[in-house]
């Protein structure tokens, strides 16, 4: 499935650096979606994006600060994390607002904050 | 605000076996999807109930959604190595949010 790409696959980042997540759907979908998982929580959806416009930002810490350039990609700019922060962050697309249509994830980036 | 729990957590079965999980969410929903998620991958969209009492099935995998959309069961009729994975149901409330349960993980050996 190549629907949905993400960059960097893996990441390793200390507190201190700057690092972006790259998302990009190839699906002509209008909704985009950041989540994190965490081992032994479930899926805590972060950031919603439809048609470029921010709807709804999860209380995540302002050290996630997300980007929409256009429909079809997403970023995640990350700075000054915590070790709490490490965990897979999954890129999601909807045709439209997920309440009504199917996600479709890409295949995750897993973040080590050391 | 929304929760989405599940029930079991983990479960074991032998191969051949049938598994079921279930999910309860807080608030009346609007819909609910099922999710498979394999070791190591992605959650992968298995299908989406709407109406109140629907029942679906997809080959060996039956979906329903209960009467008061409060809650859904997906069962597994004669379950296989790879139906190993997670399983996660996710509700519609309001527009933009989907609620993703906390998942029950099957593991099925032979």
């Known amino acids: 499935e190549t629907g949905v790409t993400q960059t960097p696959r893996h990441l390793v980042m200390g507190m201190t650096n700057k690092k972006s997540l790259k998302c990009e759907q190839h699906l002509g979908h209008n909704a985009m979606y950041w989540y994190k998982q965490s081992a032994k929580k479930p899926l805590e959806l972060m950031f919603v994006y439809s048609l470029e416009e921010r709807v709804e930002n999860n209380s995540v810490p302002s050290r996630f600060s997300p980007e929409c350039p256009n429909s079809s990609h997403l970023f995640l700019h990350l700075h000054t994390l915590q070790p709490e922060d490490s965990a897979l962050y999954l890129c999601?697309?909807?045709?439209?607002?997920?309440?009504?249509?199917?996600?479709?994830f890409g295949p995750g980036t897993r973040l080590t904050v050391t | 605000g929304q929760q989405v729990m599940q029930i079991p957590q983990y479960q074991h079965v032998q191969e051949g076996e049938d598994f079921t999980t279930y999910c309860n969410s807080s608030t009346t929903l609007s819909n609910i999807q099922w999710y498979k998620q394999r070791p190591g991958g992605h959650p992968v969209f298995l299908i989406q109930l709407v109406k109140s009492g629907e029942v679906k099935k997809q080959k060996r995998l039956t979906f329903q959604f209960g009467e008061a959309k409060k809650n859904s069961s997906l069962h597994i009729t004669a379950t296989q190595t790879t139906d190993v994975g997670t399983y996660f149901c996710a509700g519609g409330g309001t527009a933009s949010k989907l609620t993703f349960g906390t998942g029950t993980r099957l593991q099925v050996t032979l």
């Open positions: 999601a697309s909807s045709q439209g607002l997920a309440g009504v249509y199917e996600q479709y």
